[in-house]
């Protein structure tokens, strides 16, 4: 296996398997976590009433809105907040929008429906044979993923601390120094 | 079975003559004879007869007749004892004639006898009757009945048990709520305050540690604690070992960012790979990697 060093593809897109990896991992966690959420309720209510704590039985309800909450929202909490799910902090990953800044939480919103209703259809295939790296939920929340590893450690780093303004201001500046080095908009050489 | 006798027990070696009141046997009349009480004299007591062998129904009943006997001539004795205190003009330390101890001794004699000849008509007859009984109810024509008596029995017992299962459950619930309400009951009324306050108000500390500190020298207990600690050497070891957990820190946290890396690159040729495998099944002109970042040079297009 040869290609592009992991240097060399910073700030681009990531591609299929990279991102599969990914979301192997967060699948993992969110199957993880949801046990453990109902057992952390089941030793708080436990400690609360002086009782053994034990696994609670939810109504079916009750079960699918917490499973669902909890599978929303680990996924779209840290979209919109800093990029970056736990698998795809592992994997070196963020997801950004087309014009490089944080999502905002409808797109991660429409980004996680879409992803969860293309998932065992036409989702993975559309973004194996995408020439641009870029899925359905991708193109329909305007987002898109792109290799990033830790901020000191890499060359781009992608500025997710200036607010969501003046984006067509850097794109604009960055069009008009396209030889200068990867200096992308809303991105910071550090 | 030869040395035993009809109730299974081994027979004594030599049989004890049974005598008559007043006949003399010809026999050495101390032969076999129990020791007897100046009030006995006049009855010839067989030897102790040595015990059943256990478990079996003579030795059941031997037993429970021994032990009623023995409590009833300790409570007779009791008894007796209480009522001669009581009675007026009874003299203190008065036995019962040996007349009334020698017939209540017949009397049990007689009555070991009985039990005995008792024991062994049973025996006899249920070493007849279980044979029989066993093959009457085993027989084919009764097999039936035998069926639907062994099954009723089965529900009887098996409801007996759910009863146990029950009267269990009811009364560890019956002990778990006595408790439940038994304690809150016993903490509300236990004011410990009044108590606390009495001791501490008996014990008047400042005096106390005043004079055990008065009655103690400390100052050559300190020397010669410090005196044995090396203070150095301690110093020395924690600082050694907090620079050794840096030093693994330092190396575990290097060692998960190589890995982790490693992982990222092999995933990165991966993705590499695979773009060429597609482009060369769909016929598609591999193209560079995608420009970082610039939204208005990203034409929007089919994927």
Redesign the interface.
């Known amino acids: ?6 240097e ?2 910073q ?8 991102r599969g ?1 990914a979301f192997a991992i967060d699948f993992f966690c969110v199957l993880v976590a949801y046990p453990l959420t109902l057992w952390a309720i089941g030793l708080v209510m436990g400690i609360m009433e002086f009782t053994r704590p034990e696994y609670p039985e939810l109504d079916a309800w009750l079960d699918v809105t917490i499973h669902s909450m909890i599978l929303f929202w680990y996924f779209v909490g840290p979209w919109s907040l800093n990029g970056r799910t736990l698998g795809q902090g ?3 990953l963020r997801v ?1 929008g ?3 800044r944080r999502v905002y939480v409808w797109q991660a919103a429409v980004r996680w429906l879409v992803l969860f209703a293309t998932l065992f259809v036409v989702g993975p295939v ?1 973004l ?7 899925a359905i939920h991708d ?1 329909l929340s305007r987002t ?1 993923v ?2 990033e ?1 830790a901020p000191r450690r890499t060359a ?1 780093s ?1 500025d997710l601390h200036s607010s969501h303004e003046h984006v067509g201001d850097h ?2 500046a ?2 008009a120094g ?1 030889a200068a080095p ?1 200096v ?2 809303g ?1 910071t050489l550090v | 079975v030869p040395g035993a006798d009809r109730l299974g027990r081994p027979r004594p070696p030599e049989p004890a003559p049974r005598a008559s009141m007043g006949a003399v046997p010809d026999q050495d009349p101390d032969a076999g004879r129990a020791p007897t009480s100046p009030s006995t004299a006049l009855v010839a007591v067989p030897a102790p007869v040595p015990p059943a062998p256990a478990g079996t129904l003579a030795a059941t009943v031997e037993y429970a007749s021994r032990t009623v006997l023995g409590a009833a001539l300790l409570l007779g004795g009791a008894v007796g004892a209480v009522v001669r205190q009581a009675a007026p003009g009874a003299p203190p330390g008065a036995e019962a004639t040996d007349a009334l101890v020698a017939t209540r001794q017949v009397a049990l004699g007689v009555a070991a006898g009985a039990r005995d000849t008792a024991v062994a008509a049973t025996t006899r007859g249920l070493d007849v009757a279980v044979p029989v009984t066993r093959f009457v109810v085993t027989s084919p024509p009764l097999r039936p009945l035998t069926r639907v008596v062994v099954r009723r029995l089965g529900h009887l017992a098996e409801r007996g048990r759910a009863e146990e299962d029950q009267a269990r459950q009811v009364a560890a619930r019956t002990g778990e709520q006595t408790v439940g309400m038994a304690v809150p009951v016993v903490l509300d009324n236990l004011d410990l305050e009044p108590v606390v306050d009495r001791v501490l108000s008996e014990i008047d500390l400042p005096a106390l540690v005043e004079r055990v500190m008065g009655e103690m020298d400390l100052e050559p207990i300190v020397d010669k604690v410090i005196g044995q600690l090396d203070l150095g050497g301690i110093v020395e070891d924690v600082m050694g070992d907090i620079r050794m957990s840096s030093v693994v820190l330092d190396a575990t946290g290097g060692l998960t960012t190589d890995i982790v890396d490693e992982v990222r690159d092999r995933s990165v040729a991966a993705d590499s790979l695979l773009e060429r495998v597609v482009a060369k099944v769909v016929r598609r002109k591999l193209a560079p990697l995608p420009p970082v970042g610039l939204p208005a040079a990203e034409p929007e297009g089919r994927p």
């Open positions: 296996v040869s290609g592009p060093g992991l060399e593809v700030g681009h897109r990531a591609g299929f398997v990279t990896v592992l994997m070196g950004v087309r014009a490089r559309w194996a044979f995408s020439g641009k790296r870029l193109r898109q792109i290799y590893r781009v992608v794109a604009a960055g069009a396209a990867p992308v908009p991105a």
